[in-house]
């Protein structure tokens, strides 16, 4: 069992630049690969990135890949999404989620847990 809490969520301008948080607590850590997804108004919610266990294993969308960035510190229980070069586009509630497995999982069945979401908003 794991409990996860976003944070950093905000208004920015297109161009701009915001790093997400994700705390966990709970059970160990290292214990789930970890991930982002985002949903939009009025979309569905879709895959943004996923890390494995230890960071050697990172996965992107190709809506983001080469813009954001995702990373974890296992000392901290805690992974980020750095964000940048953002676009109105980008505009979403993003979720944090966690998986026991692997990204695969997260990627494809998706995520054991979830947190409860961050809204980002990117103006023109």
């Known amino acids: 069992q794991v409990q996860l809490v976003e944070s950093g969520g905000g208004l920015v301008q297109a161009g701009g630049s915001l790093r997400l948080s994700c705390a966990a607590s709970?059970?160990?850590?290292?214990?789930?690969?970890m991930g982002w997804f985002r949903q939009a108004p009025g979309k569905e919610r879709e895959f943004a990135a996923a890390?494995?266990?230890?960071?050697?294993?990172?996965s992107y969308a190709d809506s983001v890949k080469g813009r954001f960035t995702i990373s974890r510190d296992n000392a901290k229980n805690t992974v980020y999404l750095q964000m940048t070069s953002l676009k109105p586009e980008d505009t979403a509630v993003y979720y944090c989620?966690?998986?026991?497995?692997?990204?695969?999982?997260?990627?494809?069945?998706?995520?054991?847990?979830w947190g409860q979401g961050t809204q980002v908003t990117v103006s023109s």
């Open positions: 709970g059970r160990t850590f290292t214990t789930y690969a």
């Open positions: 989620a966690a998986d026991a497995t692997s990204t695969a999982h997260i990627r494809g069945r998706g995520p054991d847990y």
């Open positions: 890390i494995s266990k230890i960071g050697g294993t990172i």
